[in-house]
């Protein structure tokens, strides 16, 4: 079965980096793009960065382009999210995606002083 699971969350003080991971099993990875969501209560899940299974860009949310890097190593099925000069707004759980429908369980980014 598709499995996506998130790790890597925490709590990091303004200004700070964290870098997540999601591991992808039960689907062939090559074959899908990826994608990084975050979501807060209250508000609707948004997409916060997107990479593509061929040679087109990645995309970013314009709240967080220049600050976080999404990438993958298909030999590990595996898709990061490095995000640095973190801000409060930050603060969400994230999850991952192969928009086919699953998602992971998330993982929580809390950025306090």
């Known amino acids: 079965q598709v499995q996506l699971v998130e790790s890597g969350g925490g709590v990091v003080q303004p200004g700070g980096s964290l870098r997540l991971s999601c591991a992808a099993s039960g689907f062939t990875f090559t074959r899908y793009a990826m994608r990084w969501f975050r979501q807060v209560p209250g508000k609707e899940r948004e997409v916060v960065a997107t990479?593509?299974?061929?040679?087109?860009?990645?995309r970013y949310a314009h709240s967080v382009k220049g600050r976080f890097t999404i990438s993958r190593d298909n030999a590990k099925n595996t898709v990061y999210l490095q995000m640095n000069s973190l801000k409060p707004e930050d603060t969400a759980v994230y999850y991952c995606?192969?928009?086919?429908?699953?998602w992971g369980q998330g993982t929580q980014v809390t950025v306090s002083s």
């Open positions: 990479i593509f299974n061929t040679y087109m860009p990645t």
């Open positions: 995606s192969n928009g086919a429908g699953y």
